[in-house]
């Protein structure tokens, strides 16, 4: 079975007549998946402060 194949309840709501829907994945956003994308984006961000830093 190859994963774009994948029949599941979750996902079904999400499918549009040529495959699964962009539109509907980017609204279909969930409050705690907001909070972890948050908190992997302040975390990103140190590494990169860092590096410019050392740069100079």
Known sequence: MRFWD????WLEPLRGPNGLDLSRL???IQPW???RSAEY???ALFPI???ISLQD
């Open 41 to 43: 984006m302040t975390h």
């Open 49 to 51: 402060s860092v590096s």
């Open 33 to 35: 998946q907001e909070r």
């Open 26 to 28: 980017k609204k279909d």
């Open 6 to 9: 994948l029949r599941a309840p």
